[in-house]
């Protein structure tokens, strides 16, 4: 019965070892996911703005 609960006692202490670190990984790519939304609003920002210089370049250039 002592065994049983020494094998028990280990079991729980490794299942609450790899919750924690499971814990920490998702929380790593909580942070990863917001600094790349974060970079990709920046790139959107960018890509519009440079759309925004080409047509007013295009507007400028005369007509054949």
Known sequence: MEQ???LLEQ???MLIAHTRALRAA???LRTKL??????ERLL??????????LDALLARMPAE
């Open 34 to 39: 917001a600094q790349a939304q974060a970079h």
């Open 4 to 6: 049983d609960l020494a």
């Open 11 to 13: 079991k729980l202490a």
């Open 44 to 53: 959107d920002e960018r890509m519009r703005a440079a759309a925004s210089r």
């Open 26 to 28: 998702n929380e790593d």
